[in-house]
């Protein structure tokens, strides 16, 4: 099980710091994502971050803003979240990919588990 947490309400230029905790022994096998959805829009692709925390891949429209990270004695993945934007307000989804450690996936549909999400929510 996945639980996000630390989204709130934040103005233009501002910073947050999600996380995403999971449950169980395997966390360091599995491939972590974050991923947004704004109302009425599709669920988009943020980052993502393989098992050892060794690779990582960013949508281009957070790239030198978010960073990715994990801690795996922890079992956490967060997204730490920089120069926020009003475009980036939603709700923030973490998803795992149980069937690959390595592979840094942008397609929700590669992941098999996903927390209930957090909201963003940037002022201008």
């Known amino acids: 099980q996945l639980q996000a947490s630390g989204g709130g309400l934040v103005q233009t230029g501002g910073s947050l710091r999600l996380s995403c905790a999971a449950s169980?022994?395997?966390?360091?096998?599995?491939?972590m994502g974050w991923f947004r959805q704004a109302p009425g829009r599709d669920r988009e692709f943020v980052a993502a971050i393989s098992g050892s925390g060794g690779r990582t891949y960013y949508a281009d429209a957070v790239k030198g803003r978010f960073t990715i990270s994990r801690d795996n004695a922890k079992n956490t993945v967060y997204l730490q979240m920089d120069s926020l934007k009003p475009e980036d307000t939603g709700v923030y989804y973490c998803g795992a990919d149980a069937k690959s450690g390595t592979v840094v996936s942008i397609s929700p549909g590669r992941y098999n588990y996903w927390g209930q999400g957090t909201q963003v929510t940037v002022s201008s």
């Open positions: 169980g022994r395997t966390f360091s096998s599995y491939a």
